[in-house]
């Protein structure tokens, strides 16, 4: 084990800049596969509220517990798994996710709804900080596009499960949830042959962690604020997307009165924007800049949220196309910002991003449910309509890739 360490930073160094794309798609698939799964649990909240006569505060309670899970436990494993990698923590980690589908969809009551909502905020806590990581050795150095391309797998796998509420579990009911244990079992088998190449092959030493931490160019002070701003926009991205995964087949279906299965194919629409969204913004901003990127996703959506909650059924869903476009372009673009501010540090940065948006996107659940039960779907969707103004916040990063080409200058 030490001549392994040892030689690590050397052979990192020795290895050509070249994209394993073979790597990369595999471990997108398997982002696919764990968020396809894990989606499940929105796409059959008509279902859950019929079958328990859960009110909208039990609904985002449900979100809250799944994504407080997989928000407070991600920073930690990230931080533990950079000190000490565990290749094959993704296929035990699947196995949460596994057993929280069967808990879900056996439930008597709706503590054991919780209880499985639970079991997948686990599964997902241990899949994005090591599986993001994969995607960073593979990258080849094209940081950006491996981000976009990993992340593009969980988008598009979030934007299946409402196809898959409509056209599989609505028509068999609740219990056909667990034929999707199955999904998890190949996944499972996928993660670990990427488990045997990260430890061959890709595994980080915490030497060359060490390493590449002095590499960071700019003051702990000035990073330290660059995290928060990035926080806080990250707040407005996934408390503005807690709206819409949660509550938009219920707006659809109370402001236009579509049918639940015509409500999920428009939120398959959406997510199929942002999942095309999440492909652009990690190459732009390799080209661009990641600022730019950010610029432009988070501050550039507001006219199209601001006019949403006015429009008719079709505009509505063409504006929910444009706003999954432009919204999820940003988080690629996030994500490399936040890692080339802490280099070396790609596990808890990964974790701390992938937490928050999940926490943000539980406590915005639970909110904007009681706001809804309190006032109305509607209204929700005309205060969410401002948060993008918080993009502003954008002007206060500093330029991190100059700095880092200044750094290379003068070394």
């Given at each position: 084990m030490s001549q392994t360490t040892t030689a690590q930073p050397a052979a990192v160094a020795a290895r050509p800049a070249t994209v394993a794309f073979p790597v990369l798609g595999a471990i997108s698939f398997c982002h696919l596969l764990n968020d396809m799964m894990q989606s499940l649990l929105p796409a059959i909240y008509p279902i859950l509220k019929g079958g328990f006569d859960l009110n909208f505060s039990q609904i985002g309670l449900l979100t809250l517990t799944y994504q407080t899970t997989a928000s407070l436990l991600q920073p930690l494993i990230g931080l533990h798994t950079d000190r000490k990698p565990k290749p094959y923590s993704l296929p035990f980690g699947m196995s949460f996710t596994l057993f929280g589908l069967l808990a879900i969809?056996?439930?008597?009551?709706?503590?054991?709804?919780?209880?499985?909502?639970?079991?997948?905020?686990?599964?997902?806590?241990?899949?994005?900080?090591?599986?993001?990581?994969?995607?960073?050795?593979?990258?080849?150095?094209?940081h950006g596009l491996a981000q976009s391309v990993f992340q593009v797998g969980g988008t598009f796998g979030q934007s299946l499960g409402p196809l898959l509420a409509a056209f599989v579990i609505l028509p068999h009911g609740r219990a056909s949830l667990a034929w999707f244990a199955l999904v998890a079992l190949g996944g499972m088998s996928i993660l670990t042959g990427l488990g045997h190449w990260y430890k061959t092959r890709g595994q980080a030493r915490a030497p060359a962690r060490t390493a590449a931490a002095r590499l960071?160019?700019?003051?702990?002070?000035?990073?330290?604020?660059?995290?928060?701003?990035?926080?806080?926009?990250?707040?407005?991205?996934?408390?503005?997307?807690?709206?819409?995964?949660?509550?938009?087949?219920?707006?659809?279906?109370?402001?236009?009165?579509?049918?639940?299965?015509?409500?999920?194919?428009?939120l398959f629409v959406f997510l199929a924007a942002a999942a095309a969204g999440t492909v652009i913004g990690g190459p732009v901003g390799d080209r661009f800049?990641?600022?730019?990127?950010?610029?432009?996703?988070?501050?550039?959506?507001?006219?199209?949220?601001?006019?949403?909650?006015?429009?008719?059924?079709?505009?509505?869903?063409?504006?929910?196309?444009?706003?999954?476009?432009?919204?999820?372009?940003?988080?690629?673009?996030?994500?490399?910002?936040?890692q080339e501010l802490m280099p070396g540090r790609v596990g808890m940065v990964s974790g701390m991003f992938f937490g928050f948006a999940f926490g943000m996107a539980g406590v915005g659940a639970?909110?904007?449910?009681?706001?809804?039960?309190?006032?109305s779907i509607e209204f929700v969707y005309r205060i969410c309509a401002f948060l993008p103004v918080i993009g502003l916040l954008t002007a206060f990063l500093p330029d991190v890739e100059g700095a880092a080409r200044r750094a290379r200058a003068g070394g």
């Amino acid at each position: 084990m030490s001549q392994t360490t040892t030689a690590q930073p050397a052979a990192v160094a020795a290895r050509p800049a070249t994209v394993a794309f073979p790597v990369l798609g595999a471990i997108s698939f398997c982002h696919l596969l764990n968020d396809m799964m894990q989606s499940l649990l929105p796409a059959i909240y008509p279902i859950l509220k019929g079958g328990f006569d859960l009110n909208f505060s039990q609904i985002g309670l449900l979100t809250l517990t799944y994504q407080t899970t997989a928000s407070l436990l991600q920073p930690l494993i990230g931080l533990h798994t950079d000190r000490k990698p565990k290749p094959y923590s993704l296929p035990f980690g699947m196995s949460f996710t596994l057993f929280g589908l069967l808990a879900i969809a056996f439930a008597p009551s709706f503590a054991l709804l919780l209880a499985g909502a639970a079991l997948l905020g686990i599964g997902s806590s241990i899949f994005h900080p090591e599986s993001s990581r994969i995607a960073r050795l593979a990258s080849g150095g094209r940081h950006g596009l491996a981000q976009s391309v990993f992340q593009v797998g969980g988008t598009f796998g979030q934007s299946l499960g409402p196809l898959l509420a409509a056209f599989v579990i609505l028509p068999h009911g609740r219990a056909s949830l667990a034929w999707f244990a199955l999904v998890a079992l190949g996944g499972m088998s996928i993660l670990t042959g990427l488990g045997h190449w990260y430890k061959t092959r890709g595994q980080a030493r915490a030497p060359a962690r060490t390493a590449a931490a002095r590499l960071s160019v700019l003051p702990r002070g000035q990073v330290a604020r660059a995290i928060a701003v990035l926080l806080a926009l990250m707040f407005s991205k996934f408390f503005y997307l807690a709206s819409i995964n949660s509550y938009y087949i219920f707006y659809l279906m109370d402001h236009f009165h579509l049918t639940t299965q015509s409500a999920q194919i428009c939120l398959f629409v959406f997510l199929a924007a942002a999942a095309a969204g999440t492909v652009i913004g990690g190459p732009v901003g390799d080209r661009f800049g990641r600022k730019a990127v950010i610029w432009g996703s988070i501050l550039g959506v507001l006219p199209f949220t601001l006019v949403l909650p006015y429009a008719g059924l079709a505009a509505t869903i063409g504006l929910s196309v444009v706003i999954g476009l432009v919204l999820s372009s940003a988080f690629s673009a996030i994500v490399v910002y936040g890692q080339e501010l802490m280099p070396g540090r790609v596990g808890m940065v990964s974790g701390m991003f992938f937490g928050f948006a999940f926490g943000m996107a539980g406590v915005g659940a639970a909110v904007l449910g009681a706001v809804a039960d309190w006032t109305s779907i509607e209204f929700v969707y005309r205060i969410c309509a401002f948060l993008p103004v918080i993009g502003l916040l954008t002007a206060f990063l500093p330029d991190v890739e100059g700095a880092a080409r200044r750094a290379r200058a003068g070394g």
